[in-house]
Structures are given as C-alpha cells and as structure tokens.
C-alpha cells in the first residue's frame, strides 16, 4: 500500500470524483491544501485500513467489504468504486474485526480528516467546505438508495426473480441490456442471498431459456 501527500499524479481522478462536483481543479487544489489528507494507492488483494476520525473515498478502481463468518468462510458484503458508492466504511480501533476491505483491483483512495478547524476558516475555505460538506451527502444519498434497491432485490421469495430484479436494475445503473457484474460468482451468490449453487442453476436455466447470456463477468440480457 502505497501513501502520497502529492495530488499532481491523481488530479484526473480528483476531479472526476462526485466529492468535487462542482468544483474547479483550483478549487480542489485549494481545499486540500488546508485539509488533513493522505492518497492511498492499493493493489488486488491488498487490505485497507484507517480509522473512524477520518473519511476515505475511493478516486479509481474498487474495493470490497468481506464478512470473516465463524465457518472460516469470507462472505462478500458490498462493493464500493468511485461510479457507486464512493464513501467507505472505515472504523476506530476495527469494532467490527468481522469485516475486512480488500482492493479488488488497482485502487485510489482519497483519506480526509474529519477534524476541521471551522475558526480559523475565511469565507472563501468555508464555501469550498461547504460544498465537499453537500457532495459527501449527495454520495450518502445516493449509497442508502443503492442499500434500498439491494433490500428491494432480497425480499424477492423466488431465486429466479431475485436475479432478474437484480440484473433489471444493472440495466438501468449502467444504460444497456450488456452490463459487467464485478464479482465472482460466489460473490454475486452472497450479494443476492442465495447458495453459489442455486445462483449457478438458475443462470443455467435463464441461459438455456433465452433469457439471459453470459460470458465470465459480461451479461447479455433478453428479458424485460
């Protein structure tokens, strides 16, 4: 894992991040500046950690948050990327040692401190404050919308119409009937709530019924 103070090399992904919204590439320049801050770079596999007195939001690639069960299993719980839900959950002193946040792929974390100093802050600090401050609620609405969605999908009873109900609103999230599902299969499984097996058997049967196709992580959907 790899730290840097310096922005020059991430500026592309500082101001595509939904944190800066709005913001000029000064202005983002100019409010870490007066920021408590760290880039965090992590490679497949590698593991994040920091604590509760600070946010951490991912600029590039993805990570994913894993339940350590008593059976020795590691359980997928949710995934987090800079295009969906770009804040991520990080904790003081590991409360939850059940859960794990592991880089699916090269990854760019940005760590701020949450211990602003409000007083000594001119206007201007203030309004750039106040719009990062309007971002992270926007991410955070739009991260419990995602939750909600996920909620809607598991009260499904049957198998068959969880995946559907699931792969309809990935059609919608990405805007075609092709998406790509960033997961393995064991995953996708502990995503929706079911046995990798059952998962497995109804994808065979939703394939061989014309209903769906599938290629390792690319889907191609035929239902409506």
């Known amino acids: 894992m790899q730290q840097s103070t310096q922005i020059d090399e991430y500026i592309i992904f500082l101001k595509a991040s939904p944190l800066f919204k709005g913001?000029?590439?000064?202005?983002?320049?100019?409010?870490?500046?007066?920021?408590?801050?760290l880039i965090?770079?992590?490679?497949?596999?590698?593991?994040?950690?920091d604590t509760i007195t600070k946010s951490a939001y991912v600029l590039d690639g993805t990570l994913a948050t894993y339940e350590n069960g008593l059976d020795g299993r590691k359980r997928f719980v949710?995934?987090?990327?800079?295009e969906g839900n770009a804040?991520?959950?990080?904790?003081?002193?590991?409360p939850y040692p059940s859960v794990t946040i592991e880089a699916k792929s090269h990854s760019v974390v940005l760590i701020i401190s949450r211990n602003q100093n409000y007083s000594t802050m001119d206007n201007y600090q203030l309004k750039l404050y106040n719009t990062?401050?309007?971002?992270?609620?926007?991410?955070?609405?739009?991260?419990?919308?995602?939750?909600?969605?996920?909620?809607?999908?598991?009260?499904?009873?049957?198998?068959?119409?969880?995946?559907?109900?699931?792969?309809?609103?990935?059609v919608e999230l990405q805007g075609s009937k092709t998406v790509v599902i960033n997961l393995t299969r064991v995953e996708l499984?502990?995503?929706?709530?079911?046995?990798?097996?059952?998962?497995?058997?109804?994808?065979?049967?939703?394939?061989r019924d014309g209903l769906i196709d599938f290629s390792e992580k690319t889907f191609t959907i035929n239902f409506e």
Do not use: C
């Not at 983002?28 to 920021?35: P, S, V």
């Not at 965090?40 to 950690?49: D, N, P, Q, S, Y």
């Not at 499984?189 to 394939?207: N, P, R």
């Open 87 to 94: 804040l991520l959950p990080v904790a003081e002193d590991k």
């Open 78 to 82: 949710n995934i987090f990327s800079a």
């Open 189 to 207: 499984a502990d995503h929706l709530q079911m046995d990798t097996s059952t998962l497995m058997w109804e994808l065979k049967g939703l394939k």
């Open 132 to 170: 990062v401050l309007q971002n992270t609620i926007d991410i955070f609405y739009e991260m419990t919308k995602n939750v909600l969605e996920r909620t809607m999908v598991n009260s499904e009873t049957y198998a068959r119409n969880k995946i559907i109900k699931f792969f309809n609103q990935q």
């Open 23 to 37: 913001m000029s590439l000064f202005e983002i320049e100019d409010y870490l500046k007066n920021t408590d801050f």
């Open 40 to 49: 965090v770079t992590l490679e497949k596999g590698e593991a994040f950690t």
